[in-house]
């Protein structure tokens, strides 16, 4: 379970279960290539490298928008239109197209976050992979073969507990529209991928290599600013401390998940699982062997009464990496809410436990607009 917390409480939390394996990073000695639009690298590490090579400005302007339908060339089979979000058009881009471009204008030469308005097309496990290109070149390996995900669900059922057991549901790919962030499908770095764009009109492309996706619009906008906690806080100054009850989410009960493969799970090894009972097996976990996947993410929806500070505290056991940590990053209403929380660390426990997010056993405290949020995490 996870619980967002009244300060200074001492709460259940959310049953999860860890396991990550650790992933380590190769170095490339390939020289620097220089380009029109970028300066093009190879090599597993060649976009910090990029980084560093563009590392001077952020863009910081409004978002630009290019409708998808817009696009001004493509190679193979013309894409097919189709019906987008909110009754707009969309266009339909298979891997038998490819290459479909569009123009855009930028006003800054700076660094830009690339975001797509999409929907998968076939129901399928297999991944939705496709490459992105600047003015002609892919400007580092990673976008090379980049992955839109799929988005499964909780098949609603009415479980019957005359049987004495509470089976996991069946998983339900979501045919919706999402907007996704071009990201690392690997996971080695956390948050949205950067792209260099020089002042003026650039062109753009996109390749499929697998899967079909209906594609509405793309978006460049300004990176993500993620500021540590030590400078979040300084703006809690005026903000209440949550003080009610504390606000259960189970784990099993998540709203959405990244694969098939992650659904629900029973222990009965401890009774502070919620549900648990000694003569019935009932879901009340989730993770585990099947949550080991570099970039895999889980959601949780959930609502607050009040617009307050809170705790985040997790009930979990990560008993497969001995002597080490898994490590998971966590997204609030899908962003990172701080730095901290780009690696949030569990440690090897073979009992559940509970984790608070904070450190030096000081809990970091969230923001939080009475409504309804979205808490999501991603194995890194």
């Not at 620097?32 to 490298?49: P, Q």
Request: with cysteine; glycine share 6%; proline share 4%.
């Amino acid at each position: 379970m996870v619980v967002l917390k009244r300060i200074g409480a001492v709460a259940l939390i959310a049953c999860l279960l860890f396991s990550c394996m650790p992933v380590s990073l190769a170095e490339s000695d390939t020289d620097n290539k220089d380009n029109n639009a970028s300066i093009v690298l190879s090599g597993k590490n060649d976009y910090e490298k990029y980084l560093t090579a563009h590392s001077s400005k952020d863009y910081d302007g409004n978002e630009i928008l290019i409708d998808a339908t817009d696009y001004t060339d493509c190679i193979g089979d013309t894409p097919k239109m189709c019906a987008g979000p909110n009754k707009s058009s969309a266009i339909r881009i298979v891997p038998d197209t490819s290459s479909v471009e569009w123009s855009i204008y930028v006003p800054d030469t700076a660094m830009y976050k690339v975001s797509f308005l999409y929907s998968p097309v076939d129901i399928s496990e297999n991944s939705i992979n496709f490459s992105f290109g600047i003015n002609g070149t892919e400007p580092y390996d990673i976008s090379k073969s980049l992955s839109l995900p799929r988005v499964w669900k909780d098949e609603q059922t009415d479980d019957s507990e005359s049987v004495g057991r509470q089976s996991a549901p069946r998983q339900i790919q979501q045919k919706r529209w999402n907007w996704s962030d071009l990201v690392d499908p690997d996971g080695i770095y956390i948050g949205s991928l950067l792209f260099y764009f020089k002042a003026g009109t650039n062109k753009i492309n996109l390749k499929m290599i697998s899967g079909e996706i209906d594609l509405s619009a793309v978006k460049l906008s300004a990176p993500d600013d993620i500021k540590s906690y030590k400078d979040i806080a300084k703006n809690y100054k005026s903000y209440p401390e949550y003080s009610g009850k504390d606000i259960v989410i189970q784990a099993q009960d998540a709203d959405s998940k990244s694969t098939k493969e992650l659904r629900g799970l029973s222990d009965n090894t401890d009774p502070m699982n919620t549900p648990v009972s000694a003569d019935k097996t009932y879901v009340n976990y989730i993770g585990g062997n099947n949550w080991n996947s570099c970039g895999e993410r889980i959601t949780w929806k959930f609502d607050v009464n009040e617009s307050a500070l809170y705790e985040l505290s997790f009930r979990y056991r990560q008993s497969y990496l001995n002597n080490a940590s898994s490590i998971r990053a966590v997204y609030v209403d899908g962003a990172i809410p701080f730095s901290e929380a780009r690696e949030v660390r569990f440690a090897y426990q073979t009992n559940w436990d509970i984790l608070t997010l904070g450190e030096s056993n000081k809990p970091f405290l969230i923001y939080l607009e009475a409504g309804s949020h979205e808490l999501t995490m991603e194995v890194s």
